[in-house]
């Protein structure tokens, strides 16, 4: 079957990250450029990709690496293998959106508002739940390890690596006092979702406001053990990050505050 518009030219896409966020391997480093590539929208639904053949005499790369890079954007759902014709791109309703590294090229390439507005209406069905919950099932090591995260998140803030990993550190913990596995399966994606709008909101949109007491008004409720009080906390530190980023509007808070109703 013949495909409606020619091979694109993928030899000429050049890398999109800084090299210390590249990937240094040539299969994962093609992945990286190629995934770049399609979630930016520059190369779209149904465009076919160029043939093993023809990317390693363009690339000087073997045909192994090209085969490697496809079969990983194949598993995250970016493009579609097909016996004896092109690899396509699919559409983006296939993708696996919160895959760890589909999630990064999506931020690396400048994610657009409605997929910002997704993450934060993920995070408030979930998370706030997720609180409630782990405020009566957290043991007092837990609550130990978080005490412990924001003080090093205060220490050193969302502006350095330090403060954010604490922020992750913090999230993670709540997701694991749950003790559910079925919501444990989510919670790396999910800290990689908050660690990346964090970035969002500090680095590409210079928010400064100071996180802490709503980090602090969680934690407060972790150790009284009032989980509507943990829940109703996380909602208003949600719908506070999400202001941060600068395309929150008031229907978003008041479709907050219905969930928890």
């Given at each position: 079957m013949r495909d409606d518009h020619p091979p694109v030219d993928t030899c000429s896409l050049q890398p999109t990250a800084p090299v210390s966020d590249r990937p240094t391997g040539i299969g994962s480093g093609i992945a990286?450029?190629?995934?770049?590539?399609?979630?930016?929208?520059?190369?779209?639904?149904?465009?076919?990709?160029?043939?093993?053949?023809?990317?390693?005499?363009?690339?000087?790369?073997?045909?192994?690496?090209?085969?490697?890079?496809?079969?990983?954007?194949?598993?995250?759902?970016?493009?579609?293998?097909?016996?004896?014709s092109s690899t396509l791109v699919t559409e983006r309703s296939r993708w696996?959106?919160?895959?760890?590294?589909?999630?990064?090229?999506?931020?690396?390439?400048?994610?657009?508002?409605?997929?910002?507005?997704?993450?934060?209406?993920?995070?408030?069905?979930?998370?706030p739940s997720a609180a409630a919950l782990a405020a009566v099932r957290r043991t007092s090591r837990q609550l130990a390890q978080m005490g412990h995260a924001l003080e090093e998140m205060g220490r050193y803030g969302l502006l350095s690596t330090r403060g954010r990993a604490a922020d992750k550190a913090f999230h993670l913990l709540i997701l694991e006092a749950t003790r559910n596995e079925p919501l444990l399966t989510l919670s790396t994606s999910i800290a990689a979702a908050i660690e990346w709008t964090t970035r969002f909101?500090?680095?590409?949109?210079?928010?400064?406001?100071?996180?802490?007491?709503?980090?602090?008004?969680?934690?407060?409720?972790?150790?009284?053990?009032?989980?509507?009080?943990?829940?109703?906390?996380?909602?208003?530190?949600?719908?506070?990050?999400?202001?941060?980023?600068?395309?929150?509007?008031?229907?978003?808070?008041?479709?907050?505050?219905?969930?928890?109703?």
């Open positions: 990286h450029d190629l995934g770049v590539a399609i979630v930016s929208g520059r190369l779209p639904p149904g465009t076919p990709l160029l043939s093993e053949e023809r990317f390693s005499a363009e690339n000087n790369v073997s045909r192994g690496a090209y085969r490697e890079a496809l079969r990983v954007l194949a598993a995250k759902g970016l493009v579609q293998n097909r016996v004896k696996s959106m919160l895959d760890l590294d589909v999630l990064g090229w999506m931020f690396e390439s400048g994610p657009d508002t409605a997929f910002i507005r997704g993450i934060f209406e993920l995070r408030s069905i979930v998370e909101a500090r680095d590409e949109r210079k928010q400064t406001r100071d996180p802490m007491p709503d980090h602090q008004a969680v934690y407060g409720a972790f150790v009284s053990g009032d989980g509507a009080a943990a829940a109703a906390a996380m909602a208003t530190l949600i719908d506070n990050a999400f202001a941060d980023t600068g395309i929150y509007d008031p229907e978003d808070q008041a479709a907050s505050s219905r969930r928890l109703t």
